[in-house]
T-cell receptor
């Protein structure tokens, strides 16, 4: 059973460029999450979806960030324009149901470096 | 709002000894789940153990156990018989409704 798949694994870009991170959740999972991990701020929840609908995007830093889930098997996180402070590891995770007892299954993350 | 607190930035333990990693949480919802994840230096997030707010018994998974004290709102992770491969970051998390929030983490180092 394939886990959560993220691409690319590494992304290096220049300030001002658009960056798109991709995620394929585990088949059958109803929830999809985007997290950002930095040394200073730890693991921050950016946004999560339920059945492809965004439920809570209060963690999205600013309007430069946007996330979409056009179908149950694909999600994107876009940063436009990117800034050096966006450098971080971005994780996508998915889970089943919403009973409070379902663990999140994480992808391997995308390490983003903005120069 | 949910809040997860891990007060130990770093911990050391001797190989084969037991170690307890602390976690406290704050919520007003009676229904929630508590989770522990391990993040080795390679970066992946590995789910270790789960405890539900209505569970009467402490959760156990192999060498991992969760010391759940509901009245104190604590959910400490106990690792027995530590191994060198246990050296990693450990995160406590709480799921209340749809989302999951994480603590700042504890870096555990196992000494040979």
């Amino acid at each position: 059973d394939a886990g959560v798949i993220q691409s690319p694994r590494h992304e290096v870009t220049e300030m001002g460029q658009e960056v798109t991170l991709r995620c394929k959740p585990i088949s059958g999972h109803d929830y999809l999450f985007w997290y950002r991990q930095t040394m200073m701020r730890g693991l921050e929840l950016l946004i999560y979806f339920n059945n492809n609908v965004p439920i809570d995007d209060s963690g999205m830093p600013e309007d430069r960030f946007s996330a979409k889930m056009p179908n149950a098997s694909f999600s994107t996180l876009k940063i436009q324009p990117s800034e050096p402070r966006d450098s971080a590891v971005y994780f996508c995770a998915s889970s089943i149901l919403d009973l409070g007892n379902s663990p999140l299954h994480f992808g391997n993350g995308t390490r983003l470096t903005v120069t | 709002a949910q809040k997860i607190t891990q007060t130990q930035p770093g911990m050391f333990v001797q190989e084969k000894e037991a170690v307890t990693l602390d976690c406290t949480y704050d919520t007003s919802d009676p229904s929630y789940g508590l989770f522990w994840y391990k993040q080795p230096s390679s970066g992946e997030m590995i789910f270790l153990i789960y405890q539900g707010s209505y569970d009467q018994q402490n959760a156990t998974e192999g060498r991992y156990s969760l010391n759940f004290q509901k009245a104190r709102k604590s959910a400490n992770l106990v690792i027995s018989a530590s191994q060198l491969g246990d050296s990693a970051m450990y995160f406590c998390a709480m799921r209340e409704g749809g989302d999951m929030r994480f603590g700042a983490g504890t870096r555990l180092t196992v000494k040979p």
